[in-house]
């Protein structure tokens, strides 16, 4: 945060933005690290991209969901959202679920 007009103003990144740099928030003018830390503290937020956090493995490696994304120790249970994906692309998150779990969440557990 402290370092993004510096950053802005290298070439070549200079010859991309328009100029002279406006900053939306005021309050972002920050002079020091406590400034900095107030700043983010209050005024960013998450993408809300979570993925990852559904292990499918087996349940004894400590998987939570099989290959069949049906969730251990629940019946007629299954994963079809982003947990289950270990890693996330460039692409836009939601349209890899579709992609992926199009079909998968309606069927029969």
């Not at 370092?3 to 900053?23: G, H, V, W």
């Not at 299954?78 to 579709?98: E, H, K, M, W």
Request: with cysteine; proline share 5%; charged share 20%.
């Amino acid at each position: 945060m402290r370092y993004i007009e510096t950053i802005a103003q290298s070439p070549p990144i200079t010859n991309l933005l328009k100029t002279p740099l406006r900053r939306r928030d005021p309050a972002s003018h920050l002079l020091d690290v406590e400034a900095a830390r107030k700043y983010v503290r209050g005024s960013a937020v998450s993408n809300w991209h979570v993925a990852g956090t559904c292990a499918v493995l087996l349940r004894d490696r400590g998987g939570v969901v099989d290959a069949a994304l049906k969730v251990y120790g629940v019946e007629s249970l299954r994963v079809v959202d982003a947990s289950a994906i270990p890693l996330v692309g460039t692409a836009n998150l939601q349209a890899t679920v579709y992609l992926r779990f199009g079909g998968e969440g309606g069927g029969s557990g």
